[in-house]
């Protein structure tokens, strides 16, 4: 398999296939948080995929040119976190300083994607899977990408649903729930449609 | 004390203080006549079995949107005929020899969680029918995807072979060194001689149906022909099964004119309804195409891939005013 | 002269039942005068005229009552001798409250009246026509009622090419220009003319639907030795191609830009039977002081089309076409499509009054209204090329912000979208009410910033 | 015993490196914030009801400390958190006394005449809109609710066909003073409890031709209320109205009003 085609199929196979949120269920809280308005999921999408691009990055670096000759492999959760939290609060201040528009829409969720589990799960993924650095980086871009496709999409049925008329005890959160199950339904069309590497 | 009344009083109403003969009841009556053709080769070929599955979706569907109405204190919508289309819909998307409360369950699934609990009629953001297929796909794929009561014979070569699965699947398997462009293919795949769901077999009784739709101006041509177009394009391109035999087999047909057409959940302008068909067809040819999908047929992922992108296309595809000047 | 086919389809637009052959074969016929006219000072688009009598005050027929007050505003005549009763605010066809005169007839009518001079258009300066047609009291007779003197009297950069005669009538039911086109279309050849001079000779096209083929004769008749470039544009018959924007595109194929006046794309459009009207005031001096209005529906007896007073009130109108019909439900002041209902028969008529219609619940339609199924036919019928279905469900959900930013400001409230829609949903109220609140809020913010400035 | 201390090296070293990093950063990008904008809006009440004419607390608060706007707009906060706010930004602050709306209507469907039937949206300014109004007295209250659908408060409900306040749920934000068209709501103090329900100042006869509890300006209630000189009712046209600097207090001047169209206390109890 040539080499093209393998990236295009782990773009295709993070975006679609195995989708972070509607297939690994992993950064669930910014897809139900920030999904309100298709403006600030488009912010959201934009520093996950930059902050997720660039922790895997580091991640890999990390685990292979200082966990693994060390044999600290099975630190790798802690160390990987206390690197993503810094990361994330350096983004935060950068962004606040240069575009404060987006930082004040994207709120308490931008501090969030610490604790988002899809930046931590696709360096863990990376690391358990033992991908090579540059699929990576091209895995992680693409997942995060497959995270802000379905965010995107998401913000887009939640505007629609804000004119909707739900019954009073599922109107809010709950219908969104509803939704994004009936979108991930939607979702297992894709399975199987490319067969990824690992 | 109240001083008297002057005697009846007039109706005041905003203008216009005119109206059309249209009605959202009429419109779901011309869908349900348009679907008739369609159902009655399904019972020709499928047996009575297929006409009381039917008669079970659309009961189920009908019941259950009566006790969600009720349950939410609100009007009851029954008289719209809008579960009747969801239930016969479903029904026609269902294999002919499924259990009988797996369909009732899927009527339930559409309008309970799919319809009514975004608030009945007009909100809900994926095509009921299809939601309830595909769950029903997922939860039971096995009796979603057996055909047995009713086989078809087909040739390849000089061997005259009969088969219990759908032209879909066995253009999935590869069947091998199968003349698919024979003309007695074709004739059988347009009657309608194949084994699938009740309603999607016949190409024949779905266009005579879609073009009743488009006499009454129910629907328009983008969606189908935009969905159909793309089908057959790909289908062209890709080589080996010719595009007419992907056209004609599976829900292509079903699909284009009467799923994905469906208002509430398709693109309001004539270039949304032209983006969602080359979307649903390029989407389904995907899903059938890929080697390792899991699934043959992609017709009711697609369109419901395509109905959580709708209001995303509606927002890029806002028409513009006449005279807007650019800013 | 020749007579052309539109060749310009504009976007949308519907087919209602036009039902014109109530009253389409009924000459006009002129009322006897009633005992008493409502003549509002409010008849135009813009400011109310100033009243110039009182109580108690007797005044000739043709004698001014109202003055111009301001730069868009028209000044108002009586139209008949008589002593004031009162002056008091009375609502109007549209809902609104005005000042208006209460004016008791005379019986004797025989006063000579307060008519204006009689001037020769041929050897009249251009700005002593324009000064006519601004004291006669002329303002457009299609509905909108914008100045006459005002549209005529372009900005000095720019130039009218085009003057349109708006002779399209889509308004279902009525018929008061059909008849006046076939009745007076030598009036309309001299208002053309004169207002062919004063805009220093703009090309002339006369829009007129197909669907009246008569009209088009007769004035094919009127009109066949004028000189320069006049042309009769034969409309296709849709809705509503008596929109002024969508006039323009038919006839010439030029799109008057969001939010300005056709003068913009150098066309200056008039209803015929305005035309006719500043023909009388400069050919004779009779300031508008009565106008055609066809009274019709199912629910009246007899319908007509009536020449009346301005000021006649409902009641009366009615009463000379034979009284309305038992069970009516619904009375319109002009056209099913746009006009407005009235809640009684006491409000009179004004200079945009073209016609009165009662209908019985045969063919009223009471309705409730569905949620929205997105069948995108009020999309296809939107002449304007909005979004009407995004617009009401915004609207609904109490999102103008949303609604503003869809452009519902550069809706006409043509009643299109709602003519067609299926679930019956209130779409061109929601559309006005966003307007309303629009323009409410614009207007209370430009208040805000003018007591900041202070 | 070496992993764990090569285990503790590394993983505080990345905490230092990041560590150091971060500090870094705050130094050469941070923004700087007026620190009063924060504490401004943890002293505002957080209900975002817009009745100072902001869109939110914060915003209010931003506002605040910009100078673009003064201390005494937030009605739900009243005097205590004027106050506050006013020390914040230092500031003599300016006392409020709390205000309630009041729908000047008392026309409900039984004592009001409609002259027409209504077929549209349930909406006040449209129905105003269509033919001015289906309710006979062209000042009365529509009944349609508008009023009610912007209250953040849900203190206003529609009771046969007019809008009544809920005095201890009002926060006298005026929202619905601004929405309502036939403009019959105003903010009054809340201690007043002799209240005029009518806003129509056209002459007698033509209020009690659409209403039967209308205004007709027959001046009662003022020799009730100890004549012109007492100052406690003002007359528009023919239209009395209590003058809330000095508002009458007699509960009998309800009783004695012969159109009843003055109400003590007006459908509320009182408020705290």
């Known amino acids: 398999m040539c080499a093209v085609m393998r990236y295009l199929i782990i773009i295709v196979g993070a975006v679609l296939v195995n989708n972070f949120v509607l297939n690994r269920f992993l950064g669930c809280c910014p897809f139900l948080g920030v999904s309100k308005k298709t403006e600030t999921a488009l912010g959201m999408s934009g520093a996950v995929v930059f902050v997720m691009t660039v922790a895997s990055a580091v991640t890999w670096c990390l685990d292979h040119w200082l966990l693994d000759p060390l044999g600290l492999g099975y630190i790798h959760t802690l160390a990987f976190i206390l690197v993503i939290a810094s990361l994330v609060q350096f983004i935060d201040i950068a962004m606040k300083r240069f575009v404060p528009p987006l930082h004040a829409a994207l709120g308490i969720f931008l501090p969030l994607i610490t604790t988002n589990c899809a930046v931590l799960g696709v360096a863990e993924l990376n690391c358990k899977n033992g991908t090579p650095f540059l699929e990576s980086v091209l895995f992680s871009f693409a997942a995060a990408l497959g995270f802000g496709f379905a965010l995107v999409i998401f913000s887009g049925l939640r505007e629609k649903l804000a004119w909707a008329d739900p019954p009073r005890c599922f109107r809010g959160i709950a219908v969104a729930l509803v939704t994004a199950g009936l979108l991930s339904l939607a979702f297992m069309g894709f399975n199987g449609l490319v067969k990824l590497p690992y | 004390m109240k001083p008297k009344d002057t005697s009846e009083h007039y109706i005041l109403s905003s203008s216009p203080h005119a109206h059309a003969d249209a009605s959202t009841s009429r419109i779901m009556l011309d869908v349900i006549i348009a679907l008739l053709p369609a159902l009655c080769c399904g019972v020709y070929f499928f047996g009575l079995r297929a006409l009381f599955l039917t008669g079970t979706c659309i009961a189920a569907c009908l019941v259950t949107e009566g006790l969600c109405r009720l349950a939410m204190k609100r009007n009851n919508t029954i008289g719209d005929f809008s579960a009747v289309v969801t239930g016969l819909l479903l029904a026609l998307n269902l294999p002919p020899d499924l259990p009988v409360w797996m369909a009732a369950l899927g009527g339930v699934f559409a309008m309970g969680v799919c319809k009514q609990l975004f608030g009945g009629l007009g909100y809900n953001p994926f095509n009921p029918a299809l939601a309830a297929r595909a769950f029903l796909l997922i939860s039971f794929t096995g009796p979603m995807t057996t055909w047995t009561k009713s086989a078809w014979t087909l040739s390849a070569g000089n061997v005259e072979a009969t088969t219990t699965a759908t032209p879909l699947a066995l253009i999935k398997k590869g069947a091998e060194g199968f003349d698919w462009s024979q003309a007695a293919l074709i004739k059988d795949l347009f009657i309608g001689n194949v084994n699938g769901c009740i309603g999607e077999v016949s190409a024949l009784a779905l266009l005579i149906g879609a073009a009743y739709l488009l006499w009454r101006k129910v629907i328009t041509w983008h969606i189908p022909v935009a969905f159909i177009g793309t089908v057959f394009l790909y289908a062209m391109f890709k080589g080996g099964v010719p595009p007419l035999v992907h056209v004609l087999s599976g829900g292509c047909v079903i699909g284009a004119c009467f799923m994905a057409t469906d208002y509430v959940t398709s693109p309001i302008t004539a270039n949304g309804k032209l983006i969602f068909g080359c979307g649903c067809g390029l989407i389904t040819m995907l899903i059938r195409t890929a080697p390792t999908g899991a699934y043959p047929e992609g017709v009711s992922f697609s369109i419901l891939i395509m109905n959580a992108l709708t209001p995303l296309i509606n927002r890029f595809t806002q028409p513009k005013p006449f005279g807007k000047v650019k800013k | 002269m020749k007579t052309v086919n539109s060749a310009f389809k504009f976007h949308g637009g519907v087919h209602p039942q036009y039902n014109k052959d109530l009253a389409a074969s009924k000459p006009i016929e002129a009322m006897p005068l009633p005992q008493q006219l409502v003549i509002s000072m409010s008849q135009h688009l813009g400011a109310p005229a100033k009243c110039l009598v009182k109580k108690g005050d007797a005044v000739v027929k043709g004698q001014l009552i109202g003055e111009r007050n301001g730069f868009i505003s028209v000044p108002v005549h009586a139209p008949v001798a008589g002593t004031v009763a009162a002056v008091e605010q009375r609502m109007g066809p549209a809902g609104g409250w005005a000042d208006a005169v209460i004016l008791d007839v005379a019986e004797d009518q025989s006063a000579a009246p307060a008519f204006l001079p009689p001037l020769d258009w041929k050897s009249a300066s251009r700005e002593d026509l324009l000064a006519r047609v601004n004291d006669a009291g002329i303002c457009g007779m299609g509905g909108a009622g914008f100045p006459s003197a005002v549209k005529l009297n372009p900005p000095p950069d720019k130039h009218c090419e085009y003057l349109i005669l708006n002779g399209a009538e889509c308004e279902p039911y009525l018929t008061s220009d059909y008849r006046t086109m076939l009745e007076r279309a030598d009036r309309i050849r001299a208002g053309v003319e004169i207002m062919r001079k004063i805009l220093n000779g703009p090309a002339v096209r006369i829009a007129v639907e197909a669907n009246k083929p008569d009209a088009i004769k007769a004035l094919e008749k009127a009109f066949a030795d004028i000189e320069g470039n006049v042309e009769i544009v034969v409309l296709p018959v849709l809705y509503p191609q008596g929109s002024e924007k969508h006039q323009i595109y038919a006839t010439v194929k030029r799109i008057v830009p969001e939010g300005a006046l056709p003068i913009a794309v150098g066309c200056v459009v008039e209803n015929v039977g305005t035309v006719a009207a500043i023909a009388d005031a400069v050919e004779k001096g009779i300031p508008l002081t009565e106008r055609v209005t066809t009274v019709s529906g199912d629910g009246v007896v007899e319908p007509k089309n009536v020449l009346a007073p301005i000021g006649t009130r409902y009641a009366d109108l009615v009463a000379f076409c034979g009284g309305e019909k038992d069970g009516v439900r619904k009375v319109i002041s002009g056209g099913p499509m746009m006009g407005f209902n009235v809640p009684h028969l006491e409000i009179a008529t004004t200079k945009t009054t073209s016609g009165l219609l009662f209908f019985t619940s045969a063919k009223v339609f009471q309705y409730t209204s569905n949620a929205c199924i997105n069948c995108g036919r009020c999309v296809r019928a939107c002449p304007m090329q909005l979004n009407p279905a995004f617009i009401c469900s915004a609207v609904e959900s109490n999102d103008i912000a949303a609604a503003q930013k869809m452009d519902v400001m550069d809706c006409i409230e043509c009643g299109a979208c709602s003519f067609g829609c299926p679930a019956y949903r209130d779409i061109t109220q929601n559309c006005r009410r966003a307007k309303a609140s629009i323009r409410a809020a614009a207007a209370a913010a430009k208040a805000k910033a003018a007591a900041a400035a202070k | ?272």
Not at chain 4, 82 to 92: D, M, P, S, Y
Not at chain 4, 112 to 138: E, F, L, M, P, Q
Not at chain 4, 148 to 165: F, M
Not at chain 4, 258 to 269: S, Y
């Open chain 4, 1 to 272: 015993m070496t992993a764990i201390i090569t285990a503790i090296l590394v993983i505080a070293g990345i905490g230092a490196l990041a560590a150091l990093a971060l500090a870094i950063a705050d130094k050469y990008l941070a923004v700087q914030e007026d620190p009063r904008i924060g504490l401004a809006t943890a002293a505002l009440p957080g209900a975002n009801c817009g009745g100072c004419g902001f869109a939110g607390c914060a915003d209010y608060a931003r506002a605040l400390v910009e100078g673009t706007a003064a201390p005494g707009a937030c009605a739900p906060g009243g005097d205590a958190v004027n106050a506050e706010l006013a020390k914040i930004l230092g500031v003599a602050a300016t006392a409020t006394e709390k205000r309630v709306a009041l729908v000047k209507c008392c026309g409900t469907r039984s004592e009001a005449i409609r002259v027409g039937d209504y077929n549209g949206i349930c909406d006040c300014s449209a129905a105003a809109a269509t033919a001015g109004g289906d309710k006979g007295c062209r000042f009365g209250c529509l009944g349609y609710g508008a009023c009610a659908n912007v209250c953040p408060k849900h203190a206003i409900s529609i009771t046969d066909g007019l809008a009544v306040v809920d005095k201890r749920l009002c926060i006298g934000c005026g929202k619905c003073v601004s929405v309502c068209p036939r403009k019959l709501i105003e903010l009054v103090p809340a201690s007043a409890t002799i209240h005029v329900l009518c806003n129509n100042p056209v002459r007698g006869p033509e209020v009690t031709k659409v209403c039967g509890v209308g205004c007709i300006g027959c001046h009662l209630c003022e020799k009730n209320a100890g004549g012109k000189e007492a100052n406690h009712f003002t007359f528009n046209g023919f239209l009395a109205k209590v003058n809330y600097e000095n508002p009458p207090t007699d509960a009998t001047l309800a009783d004695k009003c012969p159109r009843k169209c003055i109400r003590e206390d007006a459908h509320f109890e009182t408020g705290n």
